[in-house]
């Protein structure tokens, strides 16, 4: 920065000693201030819905959000102060449930609340009413959700367990593994042993595996009241095509059983070939003339490929050419013929030379292949030809010479 000579001395000392404090301490030059903009002490528990609606007979689950927005932090007391008449609630993460929290100075903390209303539980609205109170019982923050029931004229869901997944579509590759997370809960006043089936379209596989474990079961056993999560892994028919499919998972033990929907979308494979009719992957070349090669791109995947575009890589001075140039889509199973045209450089030297064809779709590429060609540059015959000229020439020049002698 330039300053300018009429600038008193104390306020160019000034700037700079400023500068140079915002560079050593930049903490203390933003993140203090934005620390003071907060006001001294601020928490807020607040339900991500304040109103919900579900059938007679079924259970919900609520993110519930606690926030601290002061400048100090917080551990905080929760509770629930008001709960309607023949209803189970309590509020939980994971597997366990949670009285209370600590949160650092601005930062928010996402809980569940979870709500069953008895059997006797008539259809209506019930307010659940959630507080957050200071360990010091300074502030206190108060959230709510009223939850309408109605009647269910459907056949009820079977009692005694209950199964809940938090993504139930996965959308990937037809050659990809697909792993559902689920929460089985046994609902239950005893221990039992659940056998876990499932319903998937012919020549796709099912899988069931313990969250973050690689072996293989079939049942679960859950004691009263208790929930664990495990993994569904589907994998699709490799032939299958692009698509929506559903995934049906049932547990069942003799006393109950419960069901629940997956979704597997398929966007297909993105794969491709690219080579020669005779499978050799050699030129022979002149330099300064144009060489012709012609080689296929397929599309060996199950999904479209759009937008199929060359590349090359040759050594300096040399040129390359396709036709046509890019190919729009290549359909599943498609083949398409491409001609390279190789223009060696002019003063290449003789000998073999390496150019690499590469073959990409899409943007960014899903699907690519590199064709590394090796080039033989040799001379062009007409210097061969010169070259014979000059040995004649010179031979001509000999035996006329000998003649001359002889004669003397």
Not at 142 to 160: N, Y
Not at 355 to 382: H, Q, Y
Request: proline share 7%; charged share 20%.
């Amino acid at each position: 920065m330039r300053l300018k000579r009429n600038h008193p001395p104390c306020v160019v000392g000034c700037f700079v000693a400023a500068l140079f404090a915002a560079t050593l301490f930049p903490p203390f030059a933003f993140g203090e201030t934005q620390k003071r903009d907060l006001p001294p002490r601020a928490i807020y528990v607040s339900p991500e819905y304040t109103g919900v609606t579900i059938p007679q007979g079924n259970d919900v689950s609520i993110d519930l959000m606690v926030s601290n927005r002061g400048q100090k932090d917080e551990n905080l007391d929760l509770k629930l102060i008001s709960v309607p008449d023949g209803w189970k609630t309590w509020i939980k993460t994971y597997d366990f449930g949670v009285t209370g929290v600590h949160l650092k100075s601005d930062s928010q903390k996402n809980l569940t609340l979870r709500a069953e209303p008895g059997k006797d539980v008539v259809p209506g609205n019930y307010t659940v009413v959630i507080q957050g109170q200071t360990e010091d019982h300074q502030l206190t923050s108060t959230g709510q959700v009223v939850i309408t029931i109605q009647e269910k004229t459907e056949k009820k869901r079977p009692e005694g367990v209950n199964i809940v997944t938090s993504y139930p579509v996965l959308t990937g590759p037809t050659d990809a593994k697909f792993e559902f997370s689920v929460e089985v809960e046994n609902k239950s006043d005893k221990e039992g042993i659940f056998n876990l089936a499932a319903q998937v379209p012919e020549n796709w596989t099912v899988n069931f595996k313990p969250a973050y474990e690689d072996k293989f079961i079939s049942s679960l056993r859950l004691k009263a009241g208790q929930s664990q999560t495990m993994a569904v892994e589907v994998k699709a028919n490799p032939w299958a095509k692009p698509g929506e499919y559903p995934v049906g998972v049932k547990i069942s033990s003799p006393e109950a059983e419960g069901q629940v929907a997956l979704t597997v979308i398929l966007t297909g494979t993105f794969k491709l070939d690219a080579g020669t009719a005779s499978g050799l992957l050699s030129l022979p070349a002149v330099r300064g003339e144009a060489s012709l090669l012609s080689f296929y791109v397929k599309n060996t995947g199950s999904a479209p490929l759009n937008n199929v575009r060359f590349i090359s890589f040759q050594p300096e001075n040399w040129k390359v050419s396709f036709t046509p140039e890019s190919i729009d889509t290549l359909a599943p199973q498609e083949l398409k013929q491409v001609e390279v045209s190789i223009t060696p450089a002019g003063k290449a030297l003789v000998g073999d030379y390496s150019v690499g064809l590469r073959v990409e779709s899409g943007t960014p590429p899903k699907a690519d292949k590199t064709l590394e060609m090796r080039v033989s540059v040799t001379a062009s015959a007409a210097w061969g030809w010169i070259g014979i000229g000059l040995i004649l020439f010179v031979m001509a020049g000999l035996v006329f010479l000998f003649a001359r002698l002889g004669r003397r």
